[in-house]
């Protein structure tokens, strides 16, 4: 007699057993040390944006448009928030939201650091005799290249959910014996699709960053976005091979480590110089020690 799908024999083969049903829980060690590091992340993105708000009249936080400072740092702590998404048994509303949240809120995030980095090149291109980019001095920039980049990923992500929604199921087939819980992606394609313009606009921050790692400035930001969209490509290059070779819950797993990685790398690149300066520093956040910084640059 042949058992059914959902048990298999005992090792005497003499009865049907009912399969272990497996997903990424928060009582297991794997779930709990995830949780845990998400929750440190957060509490480390929060600290940071309180320091900032602290210190918002510095010279430091004044000098790459600390309002971006404050959404990045707001995108940057709902990206780790995301990671509980992927975390518990899933359920009707969690398969249905959890990619198109995770697409939305770090394209939100890249585009926040695409805008720092045009408006840096902007500011230091304005101080030259008769520049064209004069006119483009301003917020207007900067808050449309975030509503753009944002806006075609929500596009992309809501056809999306709308056209293939994703909905739990039973894999048995996934690990022996074992019931797996995961979420069914009906169209990989978009998720590869998300994750390309993920991609192209991260390459496109680092590309412009890379050429603008030079410029003459008392603290020239862009050398620190450099370095984060270093970290950032590299992560999700990486993840796809891994993404593919896994199976059951440690798919999640792959997926969450990725999502953490990245935006910690984002955060301490970005932001970690900077509190340095802050709070152990602070006689060099002033203004006039990031105008000789400057002009000790502009001289070499």
């Not at 944006?49 to 309002?67: E, G």
Request: charged residues 15%; hydrophobic residues 50%.
């Amino acid at each position: 007699m042949r058992c059914p799908e959902d048990q298999w024999p005992n090792e005497d083969r003499v009865k049907c057993i009912p399969k272990i049903i497996e997903f990424l829980s928060y009582e297991e060690p794997l779930g709990i040390a995830l949780s845990a590091i998400t929750s440190a992340c957060s509490l480390l993105a929060i600290s940071v944006l309180c320091i900032f708000i602290r210190f918002r009249d510095t010279p430091l936080v004044k000098a790459n448009n600390r309002s971006l400072s404050y959404l990045l740092l707001v995108a940057l702590l709902l990206c780790f928030i995301c990671s509980f998404l992927f975390i518990g048994r899933p359920s009707i509303i969690t398969c249905l939201i959890r990619q198109a949240v995770f697409g939305t809120i770090f394209s939100l995030c890249v585009s926040c650091i695409f805008a720092k980095t045009i408006t840096v090149v902007i500011a230091f291109s304005a101080t030259k005799p008769n520049s064209s980019l004069r006119k483009w001095v301003g917020s207007s920039v900067p808050n449309s290249m975030i509503l753009t980049g944002s806006s075609i990923q929500s596009v992309i992500c809501v056809s999306w959910v709308l056209m293939y929604p994703s909905s739990p199921q039973l894999n048995m087939k996934a690990t022996k014996g074992v019931i797996t819980v995961e979420c069914k992606e009906s169209s990989i394609a978009f998720f590869y699709i998300m994750l390309g313009f993920l991609w192209f606009l991260a390459f496109l921050t680092l590309l412009i960053a890379f050429l603008a790692r030079n410029l003459p400035d008392g603290f020239n930001e862009t050398k620190f976005i450099t370095f984060s969209m270093l970290v950032f490509t590299s992560v999700w290059i990486s993840f796809i091979p891994a993404y593919v070779s896994t199976k059951g819950k440690f798919t999640v797993a792959v997926e969450i480590f990725a999502i953490l990685s990245s935006s910690l790398g984002l955060i301490c690149c970005i932001f970690a110089p900077k509190c340095h300066i802050i709070i152990l520093r602070p006689h060099m956040n002033t203004k006039e020690y990031l105008i000789s910084k400057s002009q000790i640059v502009r001289k070499t």
